[in-house]
């Protein structure tokens, strides 16, 4: 699997999970988002997608996309 795709493949998780947590009625929905990527992803795919936000996070929802630059400033 060549690296863009993985990345998108780890943008495709990271917005299906934003859509489970989007759809509950917590009042911290981006947190529910990191604390599953903190909990069940490897070290390597954090480091991916951390990447992939840094140099913008093209095609993150916008859920996703909080939870993800959360997850950098807690690093």
Do not use: C, Y
């Amino acid at each position: 699997m060549s690296s863009h795709s993985s990345v998108d493949t780890l943008v495709k998780m990271a917005n299906q999970i934003g859509d489970f947590f989007g759809s509950q009625k917590s009042n911290d929905r981006a947190a529910g988002i990191v604390d599953h990527i903190q909990r069940f992803w490897d070290p390597r795919m954090r480091a991916n997608i951390l990447e992939h936000v840094a140099h913008g996070g093209d095609g993150l929802n916008p859920l996703a996309l909080e939870a993800i630059k959360r997850l950098a400033q807690e690093k």
